[in-house]
C-alpha cells in the first residue's frame, strides 16, 4: 500500500493510447465515467460496461454528456460484472477501469478476478476505504488489514459508531445510513444497491495483489477517501 496521491485521469492518458479501453461501472451520475477521457487521449475503442437496463434514464444522460463532449463513437455493454462466464459474454479490452463498484458487491474476490478476466493488460481499480480505526461519540471499531467487515452482519454496536462516521462526513452509505434490502427476496440474489464490505486501503492492496498481476501504480485519490490500484496481468 502506498499513502501517496495518485491521479486516475493522468493515469489512464498515459497508458491509454492506441490501446481498447472499457470503463466497468462508469454510468451513474456520467461525471466520473472515463470513457471520453480515454477517448481523447487516443484509445482506439471505447466501451461502456454497466449494469443499469437499458431503461435507466443514465444510458440516454450519457449519450447527451458524450455527445456535448463531441463523441459518437463509443459502445454501451449491459452487462453485471459478477456474472460467471464475462470475458465469453462481452470481450477483452487491453485497459480496464473500475471505479465506485467494489464495495457495492458481495464477491470481491470473483470481481477482480472477472475485471482481470476482460483486460487484456491494465487493470485501474479504484474503492470506497476506511481508515483502520474508527473513533466517535458512538464507540470506536477497528478494520483488520486482514480483512473486510461484511456490512449486512454488522453488530447494532458497530453500526451505530459507522453511522455516526458516515454522519459526520456528510456521506450516504446505503445499508450504513439508511436501510437497505441485500438479497432480492424472490431470486434471492445479492442486490448490488447496497454496501457490502467495508475495508482498508492496505486490505485492498492484498486482494488485488494475492491475483497473477504486477502493481505498477497505487495510492490514494485526492480527499483520501477512495484508494486507486493500477495493475498489469502476469
Ligand atoms: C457508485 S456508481 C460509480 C460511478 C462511477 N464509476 C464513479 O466512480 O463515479 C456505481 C456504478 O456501478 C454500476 N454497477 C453496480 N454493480 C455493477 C455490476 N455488478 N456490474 C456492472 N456495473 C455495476 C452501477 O449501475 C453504477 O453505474
Known amino acids: 500500500m502506498k499513502d501517496a496521491v495518485m491521479r486516475k485521469t493522468t493515469t489512464i492518458k498515459k ?26 487521449a487516443g484509445a482506439t475503442r471505447a466501451a461502456m460496461i454497466d449494469k443499469l437496463d437499458k431503461s435507466s434514464e443514465w444510458w440516454e444522460r450519457f ?51 472477472n475485471l482481470l478476466s476482460i483486460s487484456n493488460e ?21 478494520l483488520d488489514d486482514n480483512g473486510a467487515i461484511c456490512v449486512p452482519y454488522l453488530s447494532k454496536e458497530s453500526l451505530n459508531v459507522l453511522r455516526e462516521y458516515f454522519r459526520i462526513e456528510n456521506r450516504n452509505a446505503m445499508g450504513i445510513t439508511s436501510n437497505a434490502v441485500f438479497f432480492n427476496r424472490s431470486t434471492l440474489t445479492p442486490n448490488f444497491g447496497p454496501w457490502w464490505w ?21 495510492g490514494f485519490s485526492k480527499n483520501k477517501k477512495i484508494y486507486q490500484i493500477l495493475v498489469r496481468r502476469l
Not at 69 to 82: L, N, R, T
Not at 85 to 108: E, N, Q, W
Open 198 to 218: 467495508l475495508f482498508t486501503a492496505e486490505f485492498m492492496s492484498r486482494l488485488v495483489s494475492g491475483f497473477p498481476v504486477e502493481i505498477m501504480d497505487e
Open 15 to 40: 497508458i491509454v493510447k492506441g490501446k481498447t479501453f472499457a470503463d466497468v461501472g462508469g454510468l451513474w451520475g456520467t461525471k466520473g465515467e472515463m470513457v471520453t477521457q480515454a477517448l481523447s
Open 122 to 142: 491494465y487493470l485501474l481499480v479504484t474503492s470506497e476505504v476506511l481508515p483502520s480505526t474508527i473513533e466517535n461519540s458512538k464507540g470506536r471499531i477497528h
Open 63 to 113: 449519450d447527451k454528456h458524450c455527445s456535448d463532449k463531441g463523441f459518437q463513437k463509443y459502445e454501451k455493454i449491459i452487462h453485471d460484472i459478477s456474472a460467471p462466464k464475462t470475458a465469453k459474454k462481452i470481450g477483452r479490452f487491453d485497459v480496464v477501469h473500475c471505479s465506485g463498484v467494489m464495495y457495492h458487491l458481495h464477491d470481491i474476490i470473483g470481481f477482480i478476478s
